[in-house]
């Protein structure tokens, strides 16, 4: 039971949706910022979407934490983050990969050395050694 509920803010998004109480005193939560306007809204709700969209239900640790990796927001190394959340770090890579190229950013590696690192790959699942 809640004694004092004045922490808890109503958020909702679009018209049909209900409000629902969110706590904003977390650490990682922060207050949505005041828009200035419309069109600043109906962008922001725009890139909601497309970040939820794009994170889907399937795999939404490894989602977010490429999402976070791809705009500087990690301050951990890929392989730290990928232990400390129970993903693989390829999986990760792959997704950051794909959040560049649609979102027309730079990936976080360049396709030379994508490919490179995919030969190396090969070659040691050819030859019997694999990293145990």
Known sequence: ?????????????????????????????EPIPELPDDRAREAAC?????????????????KVLAL??????????MQSAAKKYRVTRAAISKHCTSFASSLGRPSLRSDAAREAYSDAQR???KSGRRKK
């Open 1 to 29: 039971m809640l004694r004092n509920s004045g922490h808890l803010h109503p958020v909702g998004f679009g018209e049909d949706s209900e409000s629902i109480l969110v706590d904003t005193t977390h650490p990682g939560i």
């Open 46 to 62: 725009k890139v909601l979407l497309w970040v939820l969209e794009a994170i889907g239900r399937e795999g939404m640790v490894t």
């Open 68 to 77: 976070r990796f791809l705009f500087g927001l990690e301050p951990d190394s």
């Open 123 to 125: 070659q040691v699942w």
